[in-house]
């Protein structure tokens, strides 16, 4: 899986990277053969009232079916990567077998 990650506003270490990387796999793998590529761009986004919320957008790349694109923005930035994930993961799946019904 080509696997795309970028920080927007920060440094992105490599323990977040590797984090998010284990999450994208744990939550893909099982489509890897319909994944073109998977973008993934990071965002700490300053509130007006002084709260940092950090923002994961997560792009997954299908063959000749729709993108799917997922947003989530929480207090802390692993589990928006982490709900990101998941949700990607699970809405891939059901694109793919309802494709697959229709064949």
Known sequence: MQIDIQ???FVL???VRNYA???LYYALSCCEDFIQCIEMRLYD?????GEADKRCHLRVVLDDLPDVVTVDVESDLTIAIERASDRSGRTVIRKIK???SYL
């Open 7 to 9: 920080a927007q506003d």
């Open 13 to 15: 270490t490599d323990s």
């Open 98 to 100: 309802q494709q697959q």
């Open 45 to 49: 986004i300053k509130q007006p009232n």
């Open 21 to 23: 990387k284990r999450r």
